[in-house]
C-alpha cells in the first residue's frame, strides 16, 4: 500500500493557489464559490515507518511556519467538494522526482528503480454548486483530461478516515519489446491506410515510393541477410519520421509551378534553395570580408560571429499544436525545447536570452467554441505560464516578443519561442561551429529518460488539429534535469569531451542519431541499452519518443570513460547506445536482432519531391466608408485600447528578463518603466559594453490583401525596431520562421493553389529585402498545417510570419530609448507617410481591411536606418521610436506618456504624400518610419546627419500632461492627457 | 593564497545567477572568486574551509518544486562529504564559528532561512525562524524597488548604505516571521537591515508594487546577530553598472552600479577582520 502525506497551509494564512483559483471560477467560468482551498498531497510508493514518513512531512515537504502535514490521513474538511487533481501514468512528474530526490536524501537511502514518489492537488472548495459545475470546474481550469486524472467527492461522499485512498498512477500493463511487420505489396488504399492508422503522415506517393524501393530485387536479396524481407514497424516509423514535413520541409523543397494574376507562369526550384538560401548566398557574397555569418541553414541554429572571440547561435521555433492541445505543457516544453536548439550547435552554446511571441484569439472570446478548443484565455494563461516556468527557471532572460490576436488563431495558436546561445569561436583550437561523427565514434545519449510522451510529435505536427489527434503528443517540460544537463555539457565542451552535439526533439533518436549519421555514413544502435521511464516500450517507441530533456553526442571511444565519469559526478544520466559507422546503413538492434536495416541515403533522399502548382489571384476587399470625426481624442484612446496595441507589462514582469546580469535594454522603460521597449540590448559579456539588440516583426493582417507586402513589412518591422535602439544596420542577421494554413490543394483544401501562391509572395518578398537590406537569413523554420479541421468546421490561420533580427551595438552606452526625455525636445518624424490603412488596425476598429497594403520602399528605408544609426552612435538622439500598429498616432502618444511628458505636434508638418484626411495621417501604417526627439543643442548635428531623408520638425515635447495634435487645418484635433492615453492602454491586458 | 580574499559562489541543481554574483565579487575587490558546483563540494573535491566568503545565488534550486529552497536545503542538512563522510552542514557550521561570511540572494536567501543560517536568534544556528509565503500577487514578477538600510543594523553587507535601487524577481518573496516574539527580536536586535520603501524612501511600505510582495512589515533582507550572514531578496549583483538602471537612458547616475557596495564591504569586512 503507498502511503500518503498531505500538505496544507494553516487554516489562519491565505493560501494564494486557492485565492487565485477562486478568482478564476468566479472569472473566467462565471461560476460563484465561496472559498478554496488546497492540500498538496505526496503518494510515496515506498515501504517506509510511520517515523520515516512523519520525517519526511516535517522536513522537505512543508514548511514549519506556514504549514500543517498529515501522514496516511485525509486533512480535508469542512467542503461542499473535494477535487483532486494528478498526472495521468507516464506523465511527467517534476514535483515528483524532487520528491523522491528529498526523499533519498531525508532518509539517506537509494530507492529502487520502481519506488516512486508522485504528486497530487486537492482543491476543496466551498460554494452551492453541482456536479456538473464542479466537473468544469476540474476539467475546463484545474486541469486538462489528457494530463491529468482527476477524483470528486462531496461532502456526502466522502469519508474522513480513509479520505479518496491513495491512487498510484504507475505506467503498468505494458507488455513492450514488440516487432510488428507489414507487406507492402498491397493495393493503394491499404497502403494509405496503414498510413492513416500508425498516423505516419505518409502520401499515396510516399508510400508507393517505399514499396517500390523494398520491391527492388537488390534489396530484397540483402535484407534477407540481415532481417526478414517485410519493412518492420522500426523502418516505417524512422522513415515516416525523416520523411515528414515537419523535419523534410517538402512544400518549401517542392518544384512549384507559380501562376500570377495576369498567367504568367514561372517554375520554382524549392522556395527554400531559391528565396530563403539563395538571398543569403547572394549577400554573402556581396558583404565580402565583412560577412558575420559562421554556419547558416546547416546546423540546428545559424550561427553568427559577435567579435573576434565569440560567436552567436541564435534559433526560434513553433510549437503550435501541442499548445492547443495542453498550452501549459506545449509552451513549456517549447521553450525547453528551443533552448535545446542553440545548446546543440556547433560545438553547444551557452545560452543567454530567449523571446517569445504568440497569436492568440482575443481573451475576451464570447462566440461559441468548436470542438475540442480550448477557451481563448485559457490558452493564453497556459502558454504565458508554461513560457514563465520554462525560462525563470532554466535562468535564461526572456527580452523580447510580442502578442498578436485575431479571431482566426481560435482553433490553432501560435507560439514561438526563440533562444540565443553563445560560444567561444575557437574551442582547444578549433572552430567551434564545426561538427562532426567519424566511424567508431560513440553514440551517447544525455539527460533525461525514454517514455511514451511525444511519440509522432514529427508527423503529427505534419497534419492538420482533428477531433481524434493522438494524446501521446502532449509532454511536460522538466527545466530543471535540462538544466543539471547543460550544466554538465558546458563542462564536458570545454574539455573537448565530445566531438558533435545535437538535440533530441522531434523524431527522438531517430532524427538525432540519424542527421549525425548521415557525415560518417552509417550507424549500429542497440534500442534496447536506452534507459526508459518505464518498462514496455516497444523498440519503434524508443526510437521515436519525444521525451525531453535529452541530447546526442559522438564521443571519441578513447574519452568515453572520461566523460561517462563526469556525467555521474554532475548527476546526470549518459548512455552508450552504439557507434557510428561508414556502412552506409541505419542500422538497429533489439536484443540482438536487427529490427532496422535502412541505406542511409534512402532515408535521407529517398522522398519523392513533390510537384505543386500555386495559383495568384488578388482579392479585392470593400473600401472603407466612414466619416472623420470632428475631434480625435476619443479616437485615439479606443487605438491605444486596441489588443493589438495596447500594453503587454503583465505578461512581461512575469518573465525574469534580467537574470545573467547583461540587462541594458529592458522591455519596458520610460519614466514609470511601463513604456514599450522597441527592442532588447544584452551585453553577453559582462566585462565588456559590445551589446546584442534583438527584435522582431510580425504583421499578420497584411496577408488578407497581399502576402508579398506582409513579409516585406515584418522583415522591415524588424529591421526597424533594431535600429530604433542603437543596433548597426550593417551587423545584423534574420531568422524566417512562417507559419502557414495547408497550402497543398486536396479535397479538405480547395483553396490550396491559392495558399501555396502566398507563400510563394512571401518568399519572393523575402528574397527581394533581404538582399536589399543586406541581412541575411541564418535559420529558420516552417509549419505547414496550421488549420482547425472539425466535422465541416475549418479554420485556418492566416498566414504568419515571425522575422526576428539579431543585431549588435558597439557599445550599448549610446542605445537609445524610446521614451521623450525633456520638455522643449523637438519631435520629429522620420520617414514618409502614404495613403496605406489596408490591413491597418484602424480599418480593422472599423470593420474593414481595405486594398491599400503598406508597401516597404527600400532603398529609401536603408538610406534612413543607416544615418539614423549614425546619429545615435554620435548622441544626438534623445528618443525614437518605431511606427508600426496604429500609426503615427500611437508611436506619439506612447512616446509622450512613457516619458510622463507632454507633446504639441502639427500634422502639416508631416511628410506625406497623397495622405487627405486627418485621421488617416495619423493611423496609416506607412512603414520605415520614426518617432524620434533632439535636444535642441543638437538639432544641428542631427540634421546635418540626417541630410536626404524626408524628415518633419513637427512640435516639441512639453511640460505638464497636455497631448496635442494640430490638424492640418490648424485646427487641434486632438486634446488628450498623457495620464488618460496611458490608462486606455495599459487598461486591456491589466493584472 | 595567504592574504587573499577568497570567494565561493555556488552553482547547479537550479541555481542561475551564478556568472553575474561571481562578478560582482570582483568588482567588490575580492582576489579569487570561484564557482562551485554542489557536487564539487559532496564529493569532497572543494570545500568550504578553504573560503571567506560563501555566496548563495538566486535560481530555482531543484525547479523550488516543495517550496522555495525546500529540496535544496533538505540536501544542505543531510548530505554527507563523500571522501570523509562528514556531513556538510557540519562543514557550514565550522565556517560559520570560524567567523566566515554568508551572502545568500533571492533563492539563496531563502536557502539561509529554511536552513535556519539566519536569523539564527541567540546563536540558534539551524532553527528556522522565518519563511517566504507566495507573493501576495500569486505571481512571479521582475520589477525594481526602492530599499531603506537599518543604520543599526550589524549588518556586515549593508554598512553605511541609505537607500538602493535594486530588481526583484520571484514568485515566493512574501517574507514570514514565526511568531510576533521573532519578530520584535529581530527589530531590537537590528536584524532587519534591509525593507521595501516608496521612490522618496520615506517610511517602509505595505504598498503594492512598492512592497512587491506583501513582505511583513517591507523586510527584504536580513541578517544574523554577528552581521556576517545576510540574505536579500532583490538582487544587487544585477545592478553592477549604470546601463542595468532601468531608467539610465533618462537619468544622471554613477558610472558603478549600486549593487556592487554590499560585496565591496564584505571584501572589506574580510580584510580587516578574517584574513
Known sequence: MAHRIEVAFKGELRDPLGGKIREKVNNQLGLEVESVRTVDVYTIDVPLQREELESLAKGPYSDPITQVWSVDCPLAQDFDWMIEVGLLPGVTDNVGRTAREALEARLEVRLKEEERVYTSCQYLIRGGLSRDEIETIATGLLGNPLVHRFE?????????????????????????????????????????????????????????????????KEIKERRKIRIEEQITDVELEAIAQTWSEHCKHKIFQARIRYIDEDGKEEVIEGLFDTCIRGAT???????????????????????????????????????????????????LTGIVGVNRDPFGTGKGAKLIFNVDTFCFAPPDWSKPLPPRVLDPKRIFEGVREGVEHGGNKSG??????????????????????????????????????????????????????????????ATFSSEELHEASPTSAVQIGDPITQKRMTDFLLVARDRNLYKSITDNGAGGLSSSVGEMASGPGGCEIYLERAPLKYPGLDPWEILLSESQERMTLAVYSAKIDELLELANRMEVEATVLGRFTDSGTFHCFWHGDTVAYLDMDFLHEGVPRMELVARWERPHHEEPEFALSEELTSTLERMLSRLNICSKETVIRQYDHEVQGGSAVKPLVGKKEDGPGDAAAIRPLLDSFEGVVVSSGICPRYSDIDTYHMMACAIDEAIRNNVAVGGNPARMAGLDNFCWPDPVKSDKTPDGEYKLAQLVRAN??????????????????????????????????????????????????????????APGDLVYVLGMTYDELGGSEYFAMHGYIGNK???????????????LHEAIMEGVVASCHDCSDGGLGVALAESAFAGGLGMEVDL???????????????????????????????????????????????GRVTRGRRFIVINQKGQKIIQGDISRLKEAWQRPLRF | MQGEVRVIVLAGNGINCEYETAYACKLGGADAVDIVHINELLLGERRLDDYHLLCLPGGFMDGDDLGAAKACANRFRHAKIATTGERFWDQVMRFVQKGRLILGICNGFQLMAKLGLIPALGGGYGEQKVTFAFNDSSRFEDRWVHLKANPHS?????????????????????FLPASRSVMRKLKEKGLICLQYTDERYRGTTMKYPLNPNGSVE?????????????????????????????????????EEGAGVIFLRNAVEYIRENVL
Open chain 2, 154 to 174: 550589524p549588518c556586515v553587507f549593508t554598512k553605511g548604505l541609505e537607500r538602493v535601487f535594486l530588481p526583484v524577481r520571484h514568485g515566493e518573496g512574501k
Open chain 1, 152 to 216: 470528486i467527492r462531496n461532502r456526502e461522499e466522502w469519508n474522513s478516515v480513509k479520505g479518496i485512498g491513495s491512487v498510484v498512477p504507475k505506467v503498468t500493463g505494458l507488455t513492450g519489446g514488440r516487432i510488428e511487420r507489414f507487406a507492402l505489396e498491397v493495393p493503394d488504399e491499404d497502403l494509405l491506410s496503414l498510413s492513416k492508422e500508425r498516423l505516419l503522415a505518409l502520401s499515396l506517393e510516399e508510400m508507393k515510393a517505399l514499396q517500390r524501393y523494398f520491391g527492388r
Open chain 2, 218 to 254: 517591507g523586510v527584504a533582507g536580513i541578517c544574523d546577530e554577528t552581521g556576517r550572514l545576510f540574505g536579500i531578496m532583490p538582487h544587487p549583483e544585477a545592478y553592477l553598472h549604470r546601463t542595468n538602471h532601468p531608467r539610465w537612458t533618462r537619468e544622471e547616475l554613477p
Open chain 1, 853 to 867: 497594403v503598406p508597401q516597404v520602399q527600400a532603398w529609401e528605408a536603408k538610406e534612413l536606418y543607416y544615418k
Open chain 1, 281 to 331: 548566398e547572394v549577400i554573402r557574397r556581396s558583404l565580402g570580408e565583412k560577412d558575420q555569418c559562421l554556419s547558416v541553414f546547416t546546423d540546428n541554429a545559424g550561427v553568427v560571429a559577435f567579435n573576434e572571440q565569440w560567436s552567436l547561435a541564435f534559433k526560434v521555433e513553433t510549437h503550435n499544436t501541442p499548445s492547443a492541445l495542453d498550452p501549459y505543457g506545449g509552451a
Open chain 1, 908 to 954: 502639416r508638418k508631416v511628410p506625406s504624400t497623397g495622405v487627405e484626411r486627418d485621421d488617416y495621417l495619423l493611423f496609416s501604417e506607412s512603414q520605415s518610419r520614426f518617432v524620434a526627439t533632439v535636444h535642441p543643442t543638437m538639432q544641428e548635428a542631427f540634421l546635418s546627419i540626417m541630410k536626404g531623408i524626408y524628415l518633419g520638425e513637427i
Open chain 1, 764 to 821: 519572393k518578398a523575402l528574397y527581394d529585402y533581404t538582399t536589399t537590406y543586406g541581412v541575411p537569413c541564418i535559420s529558420g523554420k516552417d509549419s505547414m498545417k496550421n488549420d482547425y479541421l472539425a466535422g465541416d468546421i475549418k479554420i485556418s490561420i492566416p498566414p504568419t510570419v515571425l522575422f526576428s533580427v539579431l543585431g549588435k551595438i558597439e557599445d550599448v552606452r549610446r542605445a537609445v530609448t524610446m521614451d521623450a526625455k
Open chain 1, 396 to 457: 535564461i532572460p526572456t527580452v523580447n516578443g510580442s502578442i498578436v490576436f485575431d479571431d482566426r488563431y481560435v482553433g490553432q495558436p501560435l507560439v514561438y519561442c526563440g533562444t540565443c546561445g553563445m560560444m567561444p569561436r575557437y574551442i582547444q583550437g578549433e572552430p567551434s561551429h564545426i561538427k562532426r561523427a567519424d566511424p567508431g565514434d560513440l553514440v551517447v545519449m544525455v539527460g533525461g529518460r525514454i517514455g511514451k510522451d511525444g511519440i509522432h510529435g
